[in-house]
């Protein structure tokens, strides 16, 4: 009887996995050092101490924390992943090489160019990656505790003075190139292009607090609204259901986000008034509530600037996988918040995340959420009136 | 003789003279001899009142009966209940048969109208049940046929069991239809568990089966209250104005509110306040058969 198949393949990536490991407690002090040698192509030409932030879009610092996020994971899982060279790929390169993929969102053929790797090794590195990032880097996007709700509301009343306000909802696309095929219809958006949804919570800072992904470009803000797992706990009363402030005696103003105009009217869900020649105070309300809502477009305007994967028109992608590279975009999205990336700092400010989209409208309206906004705008004027 | 009434009677509707005939002579004389009408004949006298000694001969009949039983059971049995309920109910028969032909909805009212003895209800029952399915499936089979299917995976970080999870739309024009995918990865991972089961312990194998069994009909209830939402989708979104309105309108899904006539049925019982009936109502709306079997394997 011959070998058992593939236990040479594996005998050979256990032997790998060693030296990989050896390669990780050598420590990064002189990895940069290494890898930027092995960098060809127009990336190259950057240079200086920025050359690193120009090519990963990430200090040092949080890409360190990356690192020591997924390098459990990462060397758990033997591997036959090696430069052209035959050199293995550390966790540091593995890392770096998913981070310039994601973030460049150049083809898998430059991305291995420009790092001498052949462009299956650049998908498989990524993917494991994303798989690692999903498992090890939830706890960077989850629903505000108590605690951290409170200062959320505080901040959203310093931007514009909108009381209990909770964060900021807003839907964008992610592009993807697909065939013309009948198949592919429900993928098509009101743009006529071929996307993916993606609806966000936002709070002051631009952290994503709540994502829905996966859902097709075809579908509509309220839909997707509609079948998310946080539209069923507002429902239930299970979110939005801390402090409630006190405006006048016997009147509160409850938890609630906002929304655009795409959105329904809802208990816990506050859209701008619709129409012209509106009363001073519903003006008012829709200018500060605007202003609030800005968030929001910017979160996703950064996040498609910073991680051009989900900005640029992926070429037919597996729509079971790209959800999950959305997820990891938005994760690494927060973690450079969280670790208060000077990179990110320096970036300037956009809104325009869905360019060549006309803004939806829903009609649909509550009577819980046309008292709530009424009692909103009128706290507002007469809170302008006293300063 | 207590058979004279009921030999005269036969006599004068078969056009014999009623006397004068030597009857052994007579059968015998006939070229096709039928025995089966005489065991079948006995139960008609106690119908008559008023005949002679109608005990003894009641006795006889039965005896007679169940000896004949051995040789023509199928004759005898089949044709009691079929001559008794033409001659007793012949308008229903005429009306059943015209709903039969009308279609479903008079077929779904078969049961309802028939008489109130057990075997009757039973033979509505029976007669409507391969009628139902088909009135069910009929439309909602076709209204899937004409429905794009896409799966897709949708991550959402509010969703309770799990952020991941597998979708299946069902798209036709401006209505969409979401399910779960759920139920059917249940079965796969069953099979799955089957086998590795088979090294493990009976008893861990049964605790699986169980808890298994639990998250199934759990995930199940979940799945089909929070899904099964028909949303009309336009680019702008043009709903009415009240939100309890727009809602009413996403409830309309059809509801079989003559389900519980079917209830009659042994198997299932009547209990019209208990979950069974909720969780019926909701299976039957999207894949009969098999769902409501989970259903009771889950109870």
Redesign the interface.
């Given at each position: 009887m011959g070998p058992i198949r593939g236990s040479k393949k594996r005998k050979r990536a256990e032997k790998k996995a060693d030296s990989n490991a050896v390669a990780c407690v050598l420590g990064d002090g002189d990895w940069w050092d290494e890898f930027s040698r092995r960098i060809a192509g127009p990336v190259s030409l950057s240079s200086g101490t920025k050359r690193f932030e120009t090519i990963f879009k990430i200090s040092r610092k949080t890409f360190n924390y990356i690192c020591s996020v997924v390098r459990e994971d990462l060397m758990a899982k033997p591997s036959n992943l090696s430069f052209a060279n035959g050199k293995v790929l550390s966790v540091n390169d593995q890392v770096a090489v998913a981070l310039r993929r994601l973030s460049s969102g150049d083809s898998l053929l430059n991305v291995g160019a420009t790092f001498g790797i052949n462009h299956s090794t650049v998908s498989q590195v990524t993917w494991r990656f994303v798989e690692a990032m999903e498992q090890r880097g939830?706890k960077h996007?989850?629903?505000p505790t108590e605690e951290e709700t409170e200062k959320i509301k505080c901040k959203f009343e310093n931007i514009s003075g909108l009381p209990n306000c909770c964060g900021a909802i807003d839907t964008t696309h992610i592009m993807m190139s697909l065939s013309s095929d009948?198949?592919n219809?429900?993928w098509v958006d009101?743009a006529k292009k071929h996307s993916m949804v993606l609806q966000a919570i936002v709070d002051p800072e631009m952290k994503f607090r709540?994502?829905?992904?996966?859902?097709?470009g075809?579908?509509?803000?309220?839909?997707v609204l509609?079948?998310?797992?946080?539209y069923?706990?507002c429902e239930r009363g299970t979110?939005l259901n801390g402090k409630k402030i006190e405006i006048t005696e016997g009147s509160e103003i409850r938890e609630y986000i906002i929304g655009n105009a795409?959105f329904?009217l809802?208990p816990w869900l506050l859209t701008p008034y619709q129409g012209k020649d509106l009363p001073e105070s519903r003006a008012e309300f829709n200018k500060r509530h605007f202003a609030t809502r800005m968030v929001v477009q910017r979160a996703f305007a950064r996040l498609k600037e910073v991680w051009k994967i989900v900005q640029g028109e992926m070429w037919r992608p597996d729509?079971?996988?790209l959800?999950?590279i959305?997820?990891v975009c938005c994760l690494l999205h927060n973690i450079t918040i969280d670790l208060e990336d000077e990179v990110r700092d320096e970036m300037p400010l956009s809104q325009n995340h869905d360019s060549g989209y006309k803004q939806?409208?829903?009609?649909?309206?509550?009577?819980g959420?046309h008292a709530l906004r009424e009692k909103v705008s009128g706290y507002l004027s007469g809170h302008c009136a006293t300063h | 003789m207590p058979g004279s009434n009921w030999l005269e009677r036969l006599r004068r509707s078969k056009g014999l003279p009623t006397s004068d005939l030597d009857l052994d002579a007579f059968i015998s004389s006939l070229p096709n001899p039928n025995p089966n009408p005489d065991p079948v004949q006995p139960p008609a006298p106690p119908a008559k009142p008023g005949c002679g000694n109608p005990q003894v001969f009641d006795l006889m009949s039965s005896v007679l009966s169940e000896l004949f039983v051995m040789n023509a059971p199928a004759a005898t049995v089949a044709e009691k209940p079929k001559s008794s309920r033409k001659q007793r109910n012949p308008k229903l028969c005429s009306r059943l048969d015209s709903a039969s032909a009308s279609g479903a909805r008079a077929v779904a009212r078969a049961p309802a109208t028939s008489p109130s003895s057990a075997e009757n209800s039973l033979a509505g029952v029976k007669k409507g049940r391969p009628a139902k399915p088909r009135r069910k499936r009929g439309p909602a089979s076709s209204d899937f046929g004409a429905y794009?299917r896409?799966?897709?995976?949708?991550?959402?970080?509010?969703?309770?069991p799990g952020?991941?999870s597998?979708?299946i739309?069902f798209?036709k024009g401006l209505v969409?239809k979401?399910r779960d995918k759920k139920l059917w990865n249940f079965n796969r991972k069953k099979r799955k568990l089957g086998i590795v089961d088979k090294l493990g312990g009976e008893k861990e194998k049964e605790k699986d089966r169980q808890s298994l069994g639990e998250v199934k009909a759990k995930a199940q209830k979940e799945t089909l209250a929070?899904l099964e939402?028909e949303?009309v989708?336009?680019?702008?979104?043009?709903?009415?104005?009240?939100?309890?309105t727009?809602r009413g309108t996403q409830d309309q899904v059809p509801i079989p509110k003559k389900r519980p006539k079917f209830s009659r049925s042994p198997r299932i019982p009547a209990a019209k306040d208990s979950s069974i009936f909720r969780i019926k109502v909701l299976t039957s709306k999207k894949n009969g058969t098999t769902s409501t079997k989970n259903t009771l394997k889950g109870k």
């Open positions: 939830i996007l989850r629903w009948t198949s219809e429900v009101p709540d994502i829905v992904t996966g859902w097709p075809r579908m509509n803000n309220s839909l509609h079948n998310s797992g946080f069923e706990l979110r795409s329904p809802l729509k079971h996988k959800p999950r959305i997820f939806q409208f829903c009609d649909v309206a509550d009577k959420g | 794009s896409t799966e897709v995976t949708v991550i959402d970080t509010s969703s309770s952020w991941k597998e979708k739309i798209s969409w979401v929070s939402e949303c989708h336009k680019d702008n979104c043009t709903h009415t104005d009240n939100r309890d727009t």
